[in-house]
């Protein structure tokens, strides 16, 4: 080869280049102008007007529902009024006050059983002694019932 021919190929070489590069230029020019398309869409003025209204809707929501809870105490406090509210709790004091005595009758009846030789188990099931068992047993063999 000569050094024409060289220069020639080289030439070839160099605007193939230039066309690959322009093309690349072109591919790189596309890629950014979607870029700023997806940018503006995400950034732009349409989607912060998305954003303000949906932030707007959120604090309307706060709102409604901070005056359904002030509706809610006021509906309460018309509802319950102080001497209501105190009569309830007297109540409430009450009632544990007889759940606590109920309790007491119960361990009471419980130990009377026990005298009586009846055994009430943990889960609340009678039992009974052997001693209470075999009376039973007897007292139905005498009456003529079988075993």
């Given at each position: 080869?000569?050094?024409?021919?060289?220069?020639?190929?080289?030439?070839?070489?160099?605007?193939a280049v230039v066309s690959s590069l322009a093309s690349l230029f072109q591919q790189q020019t596309?890629?950014?102008?979607?870029?700023l398309r997806v940018l503006e869409a995400k950034h732009g003025p349409i989607a912060r007007s998305l954003e303000f209204r949906a932030t707007e809707a959120a604090l309307a929501a706060q709102?409604?529902?901070?005056?359904?809870?002030?509706?809610?105490?006021?509906?309460?406090?018309?509802?319950?009024?102080?001497?209501?509210?105190?009569?309830?709790?007297?109540?409430?004091?009450?009632?544990?006050?007889?759940?606590?005595?109920?309790?007491?009758?119960?361990?009471?009846?419980?130990?009377?059983?026990?005298?009586?030789?009846?055994?009430?188990?943990?889960?609340?099931?009678?039992?009974?002694?052997?001693?209470?068992?075999?009376?039973?047993?007897?007292?139905?063999?005498?009456?003529?019932?079988?075993?």
């Amino acid at each position: 080869m000569t050094v024409a021919e060289r220069k020639l190929e080289l030439t070839r070489a160099r605007l193939a280049v230039v066309s690959s590069l322009a093309s690349l230029f072109q591919q790189q020019t596309t890629v950014l102008a979607q870029l700023l398309r997806v940018l503006e869409a995400k950034h732009g003025p349409i989607a912060r007007s998305l954003e303000f209204r949906a932030t707007e809707a959120a604090l309307a929501a706060q709102r409604q529902q901070a005056e359904a809870e002030i509706a809610l105490g006021m509906a309460r406090r018309d509802t319950y009024t102080p001497e209501t509210a105190q009569a309830l709790a007297n109540y409430a004091a009450h009632l544990r006050d007889a759940k606590s005595r109920l309790s007491e009758s119960i361990r009471a009846l419980l130990v009377q059983l026990e005298e009586f030789g009846v055994v009430i188990d943990d889960e609340g099931d009678e039992g009974r002694t052997d001693k209470h068992a075999e009376g039973i047993e007897e007292t139905t063999t005498a009456l003529g019932g079988n075993k």
